[in-house]
């Protein structure tokens, strides 16, 4: 049908990836998946690298299945995880593979960055993002530092989803979305800032030219339609971030929203026209990371499914089908054992089970014994904890927030989304799970005209998918739990 249009995108997570095609048709979108992937931290020379060539493979394996089934689509948009990034050759080769943020390289190096080269508050005064020893200002100087050869070789730095756009159109670009996750843009004037690329020895010039979501960055080249047997398809800087892109694909009616990103980390936070970089952003550790269409990502990072995800490769009584073994948690009592998901202690301790309990016994409260009671536990703070971010957006926001949107692979766990309505007192929309490919096809389908802005991208996803709603009950319950939240975390 001619009202079809094709769009194909690959989304990259830190552990797999895929590709699929988007349709849009009559003002509604659908999705297939296509293929299906690992992405394998590489392990060598006492360094973790991610293996660009393995998922650049994957992207042209994906295009090959287009191309046999005679998809016609109109462009191919890439998303990825933030902050790493790729060195480029003068003579337009890589260099490498790219060291991964998860890399032991920055371990210590944002404190010996701070004491040799900058002070903390004027860093986070300048880009308004909140501090990970992995962002890539810190790789950066430990790269510097420990006398990094592809660093020195480097004429050109992308990041990882502007580089496999250069290795499938031969253009170099600085998406504007994913060099916002950098510790190296100043949002204010959307541009990478020049004292922190000198403080680690780059110049402006190795990133490319800055472009917003939506741009087309250039076209495939001859040899890779030669391997594909695709023509000259357009490849767009869609949101290069994947948070960025998922945000992009809440399915809001107007401003008043604030939104949950629900995965192995919940990242929750609000649009704004300007960055917000104040005292109390810096003393509560916000982010300002960019959006789409001018829009900055007000937001916070929360430790979120990570927690339920450790324990449950720990407990070999627990049922096997989430239905179940979360049932099972539904019948504990509530709020017997409550701890801060965010405690430094939950990062990656060698036994999630006994951190939580220590926890708990540390801050005198039940000892949660047993795959109900600890999954219960871990819902009810995590609601908590949501509950105390959701506020403290409500302080920064210049608008009332009446929804809270819950997208993502959280998004289906029906009890903690009820639980999130209730401890924040808002009404919960459940959905899309799909938002980051939805995002990403959504941008794609704006570059070449087929929707004007994001409010019509919005309306034909609400369209599009189905959302739960939520309303908040026990709400004395839940203020009595708070307060309690509070002291224990405190402590």
């Known amino acids: 049908m001619e009202n079809q249009q094709y769009f194909f995108a690959v989304d990259l997570g830190a552990t797999s990836g895929r590709t699929i095609v988007g349709v ?9 998946e296509l293929t299906r992937f690992d992405n394998n931290l590489i392990q060598t020379g006492g360094h973790f690298y991610w293996d660009i060539y393995a998922l650049y493979h994957e992207v042209i394996k994906g295009l090959k299945l287009v191309a046999q089934r005679q998809i016609p689509i109109q462009s191919i948009g890439i998303d990825t995880w933030g902050v790493d990034f790729v060195m480029i050759a003068p ?5 490498r593979n790219p060291l991964a943020y998860r890399d032991p390289h920055t371990f210590g190096m944002m404190e010996a960055y701070f004491s040799e080269c900058m002070d903390k508050e004027k860093v986070y005064g300048i880009t308004g993002i909140q501090f990970m020893n992995f962002n890539s200002l810190f790789q950066l100087f430990a790269m510097r530092k420990n006398h990094d050869s592809a660093l020195e070789q480097a004429q050109s730095i992308l990041f990882v989803p502007d580089c496999l756009s250069y290795m499938l159109t031969g253009k170099k670009v600085c998406e504007y979305t994913i060099a916002s996750t950098s510790q190296l843009l100043d949002p204010r004037t959307k541009d990478l800032d020049a004292d922190l690329l000198a403080s680690v020895g780059v110049k ?3 990133f490319g030219q800055m472009v917003s979501p939506a741009t087309v960055i250039g076209h495939l080249t001859e040899e890779v339609q030669g391997m594909t047997g695709l023509g000259a398809v ?11 892109s998922a945000v992009a694909a809440v399915p809001a009616s107007d401003e008043h929203f604030a ?16 960055a917000v970089i104040n005292e109390r952003s810096y003393a509560y550790n916000f982010t300002n990371e960019g959006g789409i269409e001018d829009t900055t990502r007000f937001l916070k990072n929360i430790c979120g499914m990570w927690l339920y995800e450790r324990c449950r490769k720990e407990w070999t009584d627990a049922p096997k ?3 179940e073994l979360q049932a099972e948690a539904m019948k504990v009592k509530p709020f017997q054992s409550i701890i801060n998901p965010d405690d430094p202690m ?3 301790p060698p036994s999630m089970v006994k951190a939580i309990q220590q926890y708990c016994e540390a801050s005198g409260q039940h000892v949660p014994e047993g795959y109900a009671e600890i999954c219960r536990c871990i819902f009810d703070s995590l609601a908590l904890r949501y509950r105390q971010v959701f506020l403290w957006l409500t302080e920064f926001a210049d608008f009332e927030i009446n929804k809270l949107h819950v997208i993502g692979g959280g998004s289906l766990n029906e009890y903690l989304d ?7 007192g808002v009404e919960v929309l459940a959905g899309p799970q799909e938002c980051t490919a939805i995002g990403n096809i959504m941008l794609q389908a704006k570059a070449c005209g087929a929707v004007a802005d994001i409010w019509e991208m919005r309306r034909i996803i609400a369209d599009s998918v189905s959302m739960k709603r939520f309303a908040p009950k026990d709400t004395e319950q839940w203020t009595e739990a708070y307060q309690r939240y509070l002291d224990i975390t405190s402590r």
Not at 24 to 32: A, D, M
Not at 261 to 273: C, N, P, Q, Y
Request: avoid cysteine; charge should be negative; hydrophobic fraction near 40%.
């Open 234 to 244: 357009p490849v767009i800087a869609v949101a290069g971030h994947d948070t960025a």
């Open 346 to 348: 939950f990062a990656n």
């Open 418 to 424: 009820q639980f999130t309505a209730n401890a924040t």
């Open 91 to 95: 003579d337009g080769a890589l260099l």
């Open 259 to 274: 939104y949950l990103s629900s995965g192995t980390w919940s990242l929750m936070g609000i649009e704004t026209r300007e």
């Open 204 to 206: 402006r010039e190795m």
């Open 321 to 323: 089908s989430h239905t």
């Open 24 to 32: 849009l048709e009559n003002g509604k979108i659908s999705l297939e």
